[in-house]
């Protein structure tokens, strides 16, 4: 009997195992799902509007939203929870531990969502960035919420027309300096 063959067959299934992993039962055993919240003070920052997306086809039941700064922003309900056709949802929410906890009534949902909070204790649209406020939501690709089920978390980041008002902002500063230091115009004090 000539050992080569076997030891070949074992090399091939020990690389597809390492490059593959341990065959399962079909479900991922664990998968990276990209998502996104995003968040835009109306008016004073006491209501903040959030839109949360999952890249991909994915389906929620389940958001929650908390702060890691109850100086800077505590949740205290919602006003309206509507789909990506602006279609109102009845989600139930429940306020806790800084925290706002929404839940689905019926069936799993497709993204985008879009959230509009009512906020107890609120701060300026500038403290919506910096990190504490964090999302997290339960997410399936099926949309009857049948296994496999991924918990999705993450840091609400600037809606993209905030970051278009900081960047017009900042070159704006910057044209001006290069122009005071083009002039020759010192500030004197």
Known sequence: MNPVPYLRRSVIAAAAIAVFGVPGNGYAQSMTISSMAQAVCIGSCSTVRFSISLNGTYY?????????????WVFSGISSV???NGTVLPWKNTVAHQGLFLQSFGNWVPGP?????????????????????????????DPSGVEPRYEVTGLVTPEPASLLLVATGLVGVAGAARRRRRDGIDDIV
């Open 60 to 72: 929620t039941k389940r958001i929650r939203f908390w702060s890691a700064n109850p100086n800077l």
């Open 82 to 84: 509507q789909d990506g």
């Open 113 to 141: 969502l879009f959230v509009t909070t009512n906020m107890s204790t609120f701060s300026k649209a500038g403290d919506l960035y910096n990190g504490s406020l964090s999302y997290e939501m339960l997410a399936s690709a």
